[in-house]
């Protein structure tokens, strides 16, 4: 039985990687703009609309095999405030996993929990914050381990993610699905010094988890990128705006650019930078190696990310449109985004990477069921 309960759900994007071979018992997310594509996505029969902290046991069904919960990152990114896991928005991490206590004691707890977050969860407050969540888990009565991926390895993004998995120590975890220690590709010198931060206790039952590296991604940005987009092309002014906030280096990437000839296209971000004397200011950085930028949500403006496509002299300018930035998350050309421009970016922005989730549940949660079932079976015939 593969069946799971989806906190912090968004536009259903855990859903659509884990596939067609789960069943979604129960999912919850506060937001009702996003929970309106959920519906109109998935449907309304599992989704129930609430703060996390309201829910009680009694909301949920039987046992799930699985829990996932992207829980909010805002206060865990490098780029925020540095509030952590006492933050308002990551904090709402402590009533989700009230929540999962309660399940617990009632044994109706998952036999897997997945937690996702960026990658800053590793060094906040000096790693206290990642220890703090192993350990809850571990208390919990769960072995633990973590990989950081990169959706860069199944998509045209740059979008590295830490995933915390953690599996109860009831289920048998096949011994090819763990390393002897540290892998290069999935889990970096971050992971490994927090790793090293982590009470002996944790570190004794540690999981380093042995995923197969994938196939090599062969869609690029410029796959990517719609010829009849639902966004309009920058002035000629605009453009020429744009440019003028471009430092040296940036403007030597461009001009590389015309001299090739042909159409390239490159992905832009406005950011605030320090310039020659020190003060801020607000700089367009440009890169042309067919990736586009962590997408993330819109803020001001100034997170909207730019395409830019030059062709010799020529040099065109617009906002990525909305089902660019879904094919930069991996969803299917059918998936229904909202009609307003900021609540499709916010959407995708915030979203997990389908393909990843796909990765993740075929080599490691799927095996692990599979396993149990097979234990299982195998006891029941005894």
Sequence with gaps: MRDFNEF?????????????????????????KKSRVYVDNWGEGELKIADVGSLQPLDLPARSSLTWASFPCQDLSLAGAGA??????????????NLMKALIQDDRGSELIILENVCGTLTSHDGKDFTM???????????????????????????????????????EIPANLVAAGPLPLWHNKALTAA????????????????????????VTLSDIIEENPDTAWFTAEETKRLISMMSVINLKKLSKAKRMGRPIVGGVYKRTRKDEEGRKAQRAEIRFDNLAGCLRT????????????????SVKARLI?????????????????????????????????VPVVRHIAKYILEPILDCAQKTKTRTIAA
């Design 133 to 171: 969540i192993c350990s809850a888990l571990q208390t919990a009565g769960y072995s633990v381990g973590a990989v950081i991926i990169d959706a860069v390895l199944f998509v045209p993004q740059s979008r590295p993610r830490l995933f915390i998995i953690a599996v109860h120590k009831d289920l």
């Design 8 to 32: 912090f759900a968004g536009g259903g994007m855990v859903r659509a990687g884990l596939g067609r071979d789960w069943t979604c018992q129960f999912a919850n997310d506060f937001d009702h």
């Design 195 to 218: 790793y090293l931060k982590l009470p002996a206790t944790i570190q004794a039952d540690w999981i380093w988890w042995n995923l197969p590296a994938p196939r090599t991604r062969r």
């Design 298 to 313: 819109p803020a001001g403006g100034s997170s909207r990310q730019i395409i830019l496509v030059v062709n010799g002299p």
């Design 84 to 97: 952590g896991l006492k933050g308002d928005r990551s904090g709402t991490f402590w009533p989700f996993w």
């Design 321 to 353: 449109s909305t089902r660019e930035t879904a094919r930069l998350m991996g969803l299917g050309e059918s998936y229904r985004l909202p009609e307003n421009y900021n609540e499709a970016y916010h959407l995708t922005g915030d979203g997990v990477v």
